[in-house]
């Protein structure tokens, strides 16, 4: 691995400025503009295949994730309070201050030849996306995908990066002797928002590209059309528009998710919008006055009308271009709003 004008320190034991987590880790800082005021902390994990509790009601049981904290900065995203276990904040630090298990794809290939091991089917990019900026130097991805090909197991990705168009060839590899599909996420097209709201991460017609091209390629993708931004993007001509662009890339499947708002990614979002937009929020404090989720009737109003969008645009006609050799098996259920962070 080349590291341009890198700096590299090792973690004191014994500073009280380092995060708990970070003590021995070792933490790398670049100058390229790509990372520029980003810090990175290497750790080796000691297992990387995760098994989700039980009482989480998500529609797989295992997951892998690669790194911790998302340089996406999707103001609103609900993974941020996870940051604050490691010692860091749910804000800036969550953007800025990314873990990477260094070890995970050695990690993975141990675990998944394990003769403990069922061959579950494994989710990626459910807690943070596992195409972040990061991988672009890492590369673990390349490392947890070909592990995954070796050992036949089915897998899927959830992500906002275009990045995952790199590893398309061991994409297809495992799509050839196992079950393998992707979402990618795109709550709203409109560019002024993207950039205010999900300020790192690629275009979402970009995010859509890669959607079409991973289909023509073979490999089943959908969109999670998430989050819907209530008095933002929910309007009917914003939805119809969206739900058109996501037709026309040739989405399999499309879930529409309602913007929810945990502690952590709550008090980031309200003070984003009293910033830009603060005659809305009254309107916001109505609708989340009693907790992370609008009411069910605006929940089931916005689905139903997504709903009736998809069916009228064709979403889900079209099939992937390349049939793969492995009939696909029932995919997992479509995520719900409780299920997922928004990616
Ligand atoms: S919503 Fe997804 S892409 Fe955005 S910051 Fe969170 S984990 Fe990253």
Redesign the pocket.
Known sequence: MRWDNLRLTAAGQDDPAVPLFARGAVTRTFDTPEFRGMTFYEIRAKSIINRVPGASRVPFEYTINPYRG?????I?????KTHEYLDLDAGAD??SKIVVKVNAAELARGELAAPRWGGHHVAM?T???CY?RAEGRYKLMRGILAALRDAANPFSIL???TLILRDLDLLTEAADVTDVSASV?VGFTDPGLWRAV?P??PDPRRRLETCATLNDNGIACGVLMAPILPYLTDSPAQLERTVKEIAAAGATHLAPIVLHLRPGAREWWLGWLSREHPRLVPRYLELYGRGAYAPKAYQQRITAQVEELAARHGVGRATPAMSRRVPPRPAPAAPQPEQL???
Not at 70 to 74: A, D
Not at 76 to 80: D, E, L, S, T, V
């Open positions: 998302c340089s996406h900065s999707c609103y995203c609900f993974a941020r969550f953007d990019g807690n943070v996306d972040q992500t906002k990066g996420s999900e790192g991460t962070r928004l990616l």
